[in-house]
C-alpha cells in the first residue's frame, strides 16, 4: 500500500505558465481535498472532492481547477501561475466523512 | 474568530520528560472532530491522535494522549516521555459537523517543539 501519493515533489514555473499536480490514492477513499500551506500557517483548503466525478471549492479556490475522473486520482491545475501561489501544496483522502485524512508527501511549487 | 488557536510559539522539553502542546478550538456545532497532526522537518504530514466531540474518554495512541476539556473548548496534545525524533511542528485541526461540506479540516498555525538531549 502506498498511501497517498504526489507528483511532482518539487516544481519551478513562471509566472503564466500552467501545471497540474497528481494525487494518487490506493486505499479506495471516498473523499480527497487539496491544501496548501504558507510560511508560519496551517494548511488552508482549496478543494475537495466527496467522490468520483464531484469537486466543490474550499477556502482559497481561487486561481486553482481540479477534476476526479477516477476515484483514485484528484488533479489540481494551475491555469496561469502566479507568484502567490509559491507554496507547499498537499493532497489528502479519507474514507468517509467523519475518518481521519492521511496526507500525501506535499509538493513544493515555486513561481517565479 | 479563528476557530483553532495554538498560541504557544515554541516549546522546548527535555529527552524523556513530557510535554502538552496547547489548542483550543471554537465552534458551534454539537458534532465535531479534534485531530493532531506531526510535521517534521522532512515535510510530511502524519496523523496522530482523534477525538470526537461525544467521545466520554480522553483518546489515546501509545506516547500521545488528547486532553479533551469539552466545557473549556480545548483540546491538548500531552507527549510522554519525549524522544529526539518528537522534535517537529504540531498542528491541531478540527472537522466540524458531518456533511460533505464540513468534512474538511480547519488547521491551527502549528507549534514547534524541540526535544533536548
Known amino acids: 500500500n502506498a498511501g497517498v501519493t504526489q507528483t511532482p515533489k518539487f516544481r519551478v514555473l513562471k509566472t503564466g505558465q500552467s501545471m497540474t499536480l497528481l494525487c494518487a490514492q490506493d486505499?479506495?477513499?471516498?473523499?480527497m481535498y487539496w491544501y496548501r500551506q504558507d510560511p508560519g500557517m496551517g494548511l488552508r483548503l482549496i478543494h475537495y472532492?466527496?467522490?468520483?466525478?464531484?469537486?466543490a471549492k474550499g477556502e482559497v479556490p481561487d486561481g486553482y481547477n481540479v477534476s476526479r475522473l477516477k476515484k483514485q486520482n484528484f488533479l489540481l491545475g494551475l491555469e496561469s501561475a502566479a507568484p502567490s501561489q509559491t507554496s507547499v501544496y498537499f493532497c489528502?483522502?479519507?474514507?468517509?466523512?467523519?475518518?481521519?485524512?492521511?496526507f500525501g508527501p506535499g509538493t513544493r511549487l515555486t513561481v517565479l | 474568530a479563528q476557530k483553532i488557536t495554538q498560541t504557544q510559539p515554541g516549546m522546548f522539553v527535555q529527552e524523556k520528560e513530557a510535554v502538552t502542546l496547547d489548542c483550543t478550538y471554537d465552534?458551534?456545532?454539537?458534532?465535531?472532530?479534534l485531530f493532531w497532526y506531526k510535521q517534521p522537518s522532512s515535510g510530511e504530514m502524519i496523523f496522530l491522535i482523534y477525538?470526537?466531540?461525544?467521545?466520554?474518554q480522553n483518546a489515546t495512541e501509545g506516547r500521545y494522549s488528547l486532553n479533551f476539556q469539552k466545557a473549556r473548548k480545548s483540546a491538548n496534545l500531552v507527549i510522554s516521555a519525549s524522544q529526539l525524533g518528537d522534535s517537529a511542528m504540531y498542528f491541531c485541526?478540527?472537522?466540524?459537523?458531518?456533511?460533505?461540506?464540513?468534512?474538511?479540516?480547519?488547521f491551527g498555525k502549528g507549534i514547534t517543539l524541540s526535544v533536548r538531549p
Open positions: 489528502a483522502s479519507s474514507y468517509s466523512i467523519a475518518s481521519t485524512q492521511y
Open positions: 486505499m479506495n477513499h471516498e473523499y
Open positions: 472532492s466527496v467522490g468520483e466525478g464531484t469537486t
Open positions: 465552534t458551534s456545532d454539537q458534532s465535531y472532530g
Open positions: 477525538q470526537g466531540s461525544y467521545d466520554e
Open positions: 485541526a478540527m472537522r466540524e459537523g458531518y456533511t460533505g461540506a464540513n468534512s474538511k479540516l480547519t
